[in-house]
């Protein structure tokens, strides 16, 4: 059986745990360790089958617990060239991770840890470079892509390819607008190098989502600039005008929920 759980999704902290009933990653560490370990306990889970440590971007959000991880269940971190330097360089991360425990990885070219394949995208964003990820597990494919300016033809072919999927709706236009960010903050989210919208979101579901997407999660939400239940409802809309219907009813084409900033989600049992 494989298994999805997210411990936290947005700028306050983003970790989640994929795993099977012997093998486990670990996907970004931006939750504070201590948290991360009540979490874990919380659900009857260990770090102690981890695999290893997968790194989307060196946003302290993403990274701000990987060396304290790492280094408590010696744990190798996999993270392009550019990722690990800007590890290094990041104020935010005062345990930095081990020589012996740094893994390079390169945007598309597939490695494995464990029986997991992992294939990293690049996706586009400010930090020092950024990627998402494809995860095969015998036949099932699970996709992360999280803080995302813009969606390119490459990650559309990645949607296209996910039975699971997790994918940001940072924020919802209008409250971005009308919001107290500065000017140049807004342009930054709303930017080819920021964040993606609710409907930005719903509109890559609508182009890329195939027969075989079993389950969407909604991640990064803006705790200014957005809320659950409206980018919820918002994403659910603009798919059901498309004559697609997401959520637990009957009859739907595939479910979706909504990651929450500091709560953990529930366990979902993928296949």
Same mark, same amino acid.
């Given at each position: 059986?494989?298994?999805?759980?997210?411990?936290?999704?947005?700028?306050?902290?983003?970790?989640?745990?994929?795993?099977?009933?012997?093998?486990?990653?670990?996907?970004?560490?931006?939750?504070?360790?201590?948290?991360?370990?009540?979490?874990?306990?919380?659900?009857?889970?260990?770090? #102690? *089958?981890?695999?290893?440590?997968?790194?989307? +971007? =060196?946003?302290? %959000?993403? $990274?701000?617990?990987?060396?304290?991880?790492?280094?408590?269940?010696?744990?190798?971190?996999?993270?392009?060239?550019?990722?690990?330097?800007?590890?290094?360089?990041?104020?935010?991360?005062?345990?930095?991770?081990?020589?012996?425990?740094?893994?390079?990885?390169?945007?598309?070219?597939?490695?494995?840890?464990?029986? #997991? *394949?992992?294939?990293?995208?690049?996706?586009? +964003? =400010?930090?020092? %470079?950024? $990627?998402?990820?494809?995860?095969?597990?015998?036949?099932?494919?699970?996709?992360?892509?999280?803080?995302?300016?813009?969606?390119?033809?490459?990650?559309?072919?990645?949607?296209?390819?996910?039975?699971?999927?997790?994918?940001?709706?940072?924020?919802?236009?209008?409250?971005?607008?009308?919001?107290?960010?500065?000017?140049?903050?807004?342009?930054?989210?709303?930017?080819?190098?920021?964040?993606?919208?609710?409907?930005?979101?719903?509109?890559?579901?609508?182009?890329?989502?195939?027969?075989?997407?079993?389950?969407?999660?909604?991640?990064?939400?803006?705790?200014?600039?957005?809320?659950?239940?409206?980018?919820?409802?918002?994403?659910?809309?603009?798919?059901?005008?498309?004559?697609?219907?997401?959520?637990?009813?009957?009859?739907?084409?595939?479910?979706?929920?909504?990651?929450?900033?500091?709560?953990?989600?529930?366990?979902?049992?993928?296949?």
């Amino acid at each position: 059986m494989l298994h999805f759980v997210s411990f936290g999704s947005g700028s306050s902290g983003n970790c989640s745990l994929l795993y099977t009933d012997t093998e486990a990653l670990v996907i970004d560490a931006g939750v504070g360790v201590r948290t991360l370990k009540k979490y874990l306990k919380s659900y009857g889970l260990s770090l #102690f *089958s981890a695999l290893g440590i997968i790194i989307t +971007h =060196d946003h302290a %959000d993403h $990274v701000r617990s990987v060396g304290c991880l790492s280094h408590d269940y010696n744990l190798p971190v996999y993270a392009t060239l550019g990722v690990h330097e800007g590890i290094g360089k990041n104020w935010s991360v005062r345990k930095k991770i081990a020589p012996e425990l740094k893994r390079v990885i390169m945007k598309d070219t597939p490695f494995t840890i464990g029986s #997991f *394949s992992i294939t990293p995208f690049g996706v586009p +964003h =400010d930090s020092t %470079d950024c $990627v998402g990820y494809e995860i095969r597990y015998e036949n099932t494919t699970f996709v992360i892509m999280t803080d995302i300016g813009h969606l390119t033809d490459d990650m559309k072919q990645y949607i296209a390819r996910a039975n699971y999927l997790v994918i940001e709706a940072d924020y919802e236009q209008q409250m971005l607008e009308a919001g107290p960010y500065p000017q140049h903050l807004k342009d930054r989210i709303a930017g080819p190098y920021g964040h993606q919208s609710n409907a930005e979101c719903a509109q890559a579901l609508v182009e890329c989502a195939t027969p075989n997407l079993h389950h969407v999660w909604l991640c990064h939400l803006s705790d200014e600039n957005n809320h659950p239940d409206l980018a919820d409802k918002q994403v659910k809309q603009i798919l059901r005008e498309h004559g697609i219907v997401a959520g637990d009813e009957p009859g739907a084409d595939f479910d979706l929920d909504v990651l929450k900033r500091k709560t953990p989600s529930e366990i979902f049992t993928l296949c």
